[in-house]
């Protein structure tokens, strides 16, 4: 049987703004390739020599290849998109500090936990952290718009 198309494929709704709670917590986990690092540097324009060069990166303070910041930050996009709150939810804001580097092989933690629900608005906060291991890599926090139940 054939996979429909991402464009075809019927979606399910995610969570309406009336069914979340602050706690409520998603987390994804994907471990970093080589191919994650390639493709995100061309689909971003991103060839930072700190991403794709490991003779170069070993000269900065890091020793080796780092992957891109950005790309650990799509794991929390797609914790959102799929998850929490999931399809119908638009991602509008993100504050991010990233406090270490994600290298090549490392299994990236990411978990969306929600802060704050504003009904009226149909906006959501929600504390985004991603480890590796027990080091946190980056934390913040996201905005979310969130349809009203029909």
């Given at each position: 049987m054939d996979t429909p198309s991402l464009m075809t494929k019927k979606v399910e709704h995610g969570f309406y703004i009336e069914d979340l709670e602050v706690g409520m917590m998603r987390e994804?986990?994907?471990?970093?390739?080589?191919?994650?690092?390639?493709?995100?540097?061309?689909?971003?324009?991103?060839?930072?020599?700190?991403?794709?060069?490991e003779e170069y990166a070993k000269t900065t303070p890091f020793g080796g290849r780092i992957?891109?910041?950005?790309?650990t930050a799509s794991y929390i996009s797609a914790i959102l998109g799929n998850d929490l709150p999931g399809p119908g939810a638009v991602f509008t804001t993100l504050e991010l500090k990233f406090r270490a580097p994600v290298r090549i092989g490392d299994?990236?933690?990411?978990?969306?936990?929600?802060?704050?629900?504003?009904?009226?608005?149909?906006r959501v906060t929600l504390d985004v952290?991603?480890?590796?291991?027990?080091?946190?890599?980056?934390?913040?926090?996201?905005g979310v718009m969130v349809d009203a139940r029909p």
């Open positions: 994804v986990s994907h471990t970093v390739s080589e191919q994650d690092v390639a493709d995100f540097a061309r689909i971003s324009g991103d060839y930072n020599p700190l991403h794709m060069d992957a891109h910041g950005a790309l299994t990236v933690l990411a978990r969306a936990t929600v802060d704050d629900v504003n009904v009226r608005r149909r952290r991603c480890m590796v291991g027990e080091t946190v890599i980056a934390k913040g926090k996201a």
